[in-house]
């Protein structure tokens, strides 16, 4: 049963302490995205990943904020440090794309369980 | 950029039919997903669109018009375990998949 799984499902944690969130994509997924839910903005992408590159994280807070691929199974979301309005539920979400030839191919986005985080 | 607008509550009756209209600006375009989200779950794909028409897929189905940017979600023969928020996304050249805020459906008995 192929799956996104995302560790840890719950983290509270104090304001200005590191976060670490991390997300194993479906097998043979070659894109990787981020995305942070709250009720007042919804789901906001925060960066994504095709074949381990980061493609595009305008929607993250620099200052704090990185995601990496380390390696095809493993994606992390840091924030260093936090606070208490990174508050939100983190999604990692893996798909499959194939972007070259004249029919590119791509498959939906598969997301994992998510990882709520609380700053106190 | 992108700019992605759906209703944000519907409510309807079970058995019933409800439409959910998703309309899109962005800078470029390469498909468009509706997804489900139950409370306190993640989203999980009910359809895609790239080309202008319906899809159907059992009780629900989607509609695109690339030329107006707009596409809806229809639901049929309304079920309570249907109550839940549909989201909009739009894919653009590159891949970057983009959410709108989500419509939340009620169903009543």
């Known amino acids: 049963d192929a799956r996104v799984t995302q560790t840890p499902r719950d983290k509270v944690t104090e304001m200005g302490q590191e976060v670490t969130m991390r997300c194993q994509p479906i097998?043979?997924?070659?894109?990787v995205f981020w995305y942070r839910q709250t009720m007042m903005q919804g789901l906001e992408l925060l960066a994504y990943?095709?074949?381990?590159?980061?493609?595009?994280d305008s929607g993250m807070p620099k200052d704090r904020f990185s995601a990496e691929m380390p390696d095809a199974t493993l994606a992390t979301l840091k924030i260093q440090p936090s606070e208490p309005r990174d508050s939100a539920v983190y999604f990692c979400?893996?798909?499959?794309?194939?972007?070259?030839?004249?029919?590119?191919?791509?498959?939906?986005?598969?997301f994992g369980q998510g990882t709520r985080l609380t700053v106190v | 950029g992108q700019n992605i607008d759906q209703p944000t509550e519907m409510t309807a009756t079970e058995g019933a039919i409800v439409q959910i209209n998703c309309t899109y600006q962005?800078?470029?375009?390469?498909?468009l997903f509706w997804y489900q989200q139950h409370a306190g779950e993640a989203p999980t794909f009910l359809s895609y669109?790239?080309?202008?028409g319906l899809e159907e897929k059992g009780r629900f189905s989607s509609f695109l018009s690339r030329s107006k940017g707009y596409s809806y979600l229809l639901l049929k023969e309304l079920q309570m375990k249907d109550s839940a928020s549909y989201l909009c996304?739009?894919?653009?050249?590159?891949?970057?998949?983009?959410f709108g805020a989500g419509t939340t459906v009620t169903v009543r008995a």
């Open positions: 097998l043979g997924h070659n894109t």
């Open positions: 990943f095709r074949n381990r590159a980061p493609l595009d």
């Open positions: 979400a893996s798909g499959w794309e194939r972007d070259r030839g004249p029919s590119p191919l791509n498959t939906e986005a598969f």
């Open positions: 962005t800078s470029g375009f390469n498909g």
């Open positions: 669109n790239v080309l202008d």
């Open positions: 996304a739009v894919r653009a050249p590159g891949y970057k998949l983009s």
